[in-house]
Every structure is written in structure tokens, then in C-alpha cells.
């Protein structure tokens, strides 16, 4: 497989970061990649930034989400016009993640693997920034997620992903458009799946050149929290299974 990305950025009023990001992504990267930069309105003030930088970058694409609002009906339009297999998903504000892009690609294409997942709380990883009481309820919950389920990925409900373009596209979600929960959902049907998987340390710091944070308690606390206990449903099943066929 070769090692060409296409990144996918959805943006929600992220000017104060697009600018910052996209440069960053070509001052720092070595290989051949486009950036798609996904949209869901047109008064988005985002887009006066992304046309500029389209001018200046050939690579650039921007994209109108179609689809419903929403971070994961973003990335499905742009994985729907990506031109390579190698897909990224990273959130705009989220810059210091790049410095991992390379590693992350390579275990795609030199060892194969289907899907890696930034991790912010192992081997390495960190988190800063942010909102505390989101910050607290995603690494405990990700903790005892792994620690019930035995789950390989750390940080399952990290927007940063990597993956073949054909494992998207085969995962059927079920979970509503709220904030990043998609991605939680994402990890664990990926696993049950039955694909080659891992993860690799991120220093994540939230909004650290600005804007507005989307995360709002409750309805995020409970499509994760529906996310989770599906979740240790499945593993429950998905576990049982693997011991059966071992002895079988």
C-alpha cells in the first residue's frame, strides 16, 4: 500500500485553528496527502480561511457535508470524495497529533495494520487542556472500558484515527450525530470486526490557538454512555466467542 493520506478535517467556526493546522501539515509532512475540509453550513467561518489556503495549496479540497449535521456525517462526505486509501480523521484544534502522522502511517503500510487509533493515556500519551470534567470522564471511562472489555485501544473515544478507507466503509454505525461519540463507536466495532488494530501516544492540548469548545455535558455523557454499555454487551459476546474458537 502506499503511503498516501487523505486527511479529513471537519470544521465547525474553527478560524482560529484551520490556518494553523494547514500549515503545520505541509511544514511537517513527507509523504503525499490531500486535505479535505468538510463543512456543514455555509455561514461556517471556516470557509473564507479554507478557500485562501485552497488557493495557495493544490492539495486542499473543500467540502459541503450533505449529509446532516454532525462531525461524523462530515467525515463520511469526505471519505465519500478522498482520493487515497489511507484515511485520517483529526480534529482542527487538535495540532501537537501531527508530530505522530508519520508513525501512524507506517504501521499501515509496513505492518499492516487496518486501523490505529491516537491514544492519550498509554505508552506515553498525554492529554492537556480542555474541559475538566470532559477530560476526567474520557480517561476513566476509557480505562475501565479497556480494563472490562480487554479491548486493545486505550483511548477508543479519540477523534484521531487512521485507517484503510475499506474499513470505514464497512462499519454500519448506530450512534446519533452527537459530538465525537462516533469514534468510540468506531473503535469498538472495528475490534469486533475482527481487523488488525492498535494504537500509538499522542500529546493532545485542546484549543490551544482558540475558538469554542462543542462539547456539552449531558447529551454527550449519554450517547457515550449508551456507546459504553453497548459496547461491554458486544465484548461480552465477542469474548466468548474467541475462547470458544480456541478450544474448538
Request: aromatic fraction near 10%; hydrophobic fraction near 40%; charge should be positive.
Amino acid at each position: 500500500m502506499e503511503r498516501k493520506l487523505s486527511i479529513i478535517l471537519p470544521v465547525c467556526n474553527e478560524k482560529e485553528s484551520l490556518e494553523v493546522m494547514v500549515r503545520l501539515l505541509h511544514s511537517t509532512l513527507k509523504l503525499t496527502f490531500e486535505i479535505l475540509i468538510v463543512h456543514d453550513t455555509l455561514e461556517d467561518n471556516s470557509i473564507p480561511i479554507a478557500n485562501l489556503l485552497s488557493k495557495e495549496f493544490s492539495n486542499i479540497k473543500l467540502v459541503h457535508n450533505k449529509k446532516g449535521r454532525g462531525v461524523k456525517n462530515a467525515i463520511d462526505s469526505g471519505i465519500e470524495v478522498s482520493s487515497y486509501n489511507i484515511i485520517l480523521i483529526n480534529a482542527v484544534d487538535e495540532i501537537f497529533p501531527i508530530i505522530a502522522i508519520e508513525n501512524m502511517i507506517n504501521l499501515i503500510v509496513e505492518k499492516n495494520y487496518d486501523f490505529v487509533s491516537g491514544t492519550r493515556y498509554s505508552k506515553g500519551g498525554l492529554r492537556l487542556g480542555g474541559s475538566f470534567l470532559g477530560g476526567f470522564l474520557s480517561k476513566f471511562g476509557n480505562k475501565l472500558f479497556q480494563f472490562l472489555t480487554n479491548i486493545p485501544l486505550s483511548d477508543c473515544t479519540t477523534g484521531i484515527k487512521m485507517m484503510k478507507k475499506c474499513v470505514w466503509n464497512k462499519v454500519n454505525f448506530t450512534s446519533k450525530p452527537i459530538g465525537w461519540a462516533f469514534s468510540f463507536e468506531l473503535s469498538i466495532r472495528v475490534w469486533l470486526l475482527s481487523y488488525k488494530i492498535t494504537d500509538f501516544p499522542l500529546k493532545s492540548v485542546d484549543r490551544l490557538f482558540g475558538g469554542s469548545s462543542t462539547f456539552k455535558p449531558i447529551p454527550w455523557i449519554l450517547e457515550y454512555g449508551k456507546c459504553f454499555i453497548w459496547g461491554l454487551k458486544k465484548a461480552k459476546i465477542f469474548n466468548i466467542k474467541k475462547i470458544n474458537d480456541k478450544k474448538n
